[in-house]
């Protein structure tokens, strides 16, 4: 794969992957559940990419965190705060209305190709 497209590959699912965690997280996530849960719907996301996702969504305000530590292990639980849920709201209509109209235009290129 060409350096341009793998580059362009990774913008686009950067978007993506902001989008699916902060819908992951309307109720509290520790990582670890976070990474199943994505997974469950076919996105992989490395550790690597999720903690510092996590940390900059906390910093833009969108997350807040706690730590558990009732269990042997403490895990520090991530969770959309008022104006994240705000903001994932407005991006999912956003992204619904961006894929329809895409989806459209890819479509209507496809009959295109085909006359």
């Known amino acids: 794969m060409s350096n341009l497209l793998h580059s362009l590959l990774t913008e686009l699912r950067r978007g993506n ?22 997974e469950k719907s076919g996105i992989t996301i490395e550790q690597s ?42 991006l999912k209509e956003e992204w619904i209305k961006n894929t329809q109209e895409l989806h459209q235009l890819l479509e209507g290129e496809e009959n295109d190709e085909s006359d």
Request: glycine content about 4%.
């Open 17 to 38: 992957l902001t989008l699916a965690v902060l819908s992951q997280l309307r109720t509290p996530q520790y990582g670890y559940s976070l990474v199943h849960r994505l």
């Open 49 to 90: 990419t999720l903690y510092p996702l996590l940390r900059r969504l906390e910093k833009q305000e969108l997350v807040t965190s706690s730590w558990d530590t009732s269990e042997t292990r403490p895990r520090k639980y991530y969770v959309l705060s008022d104006y994240g849920i705000e903001v994932f709201l407005k």
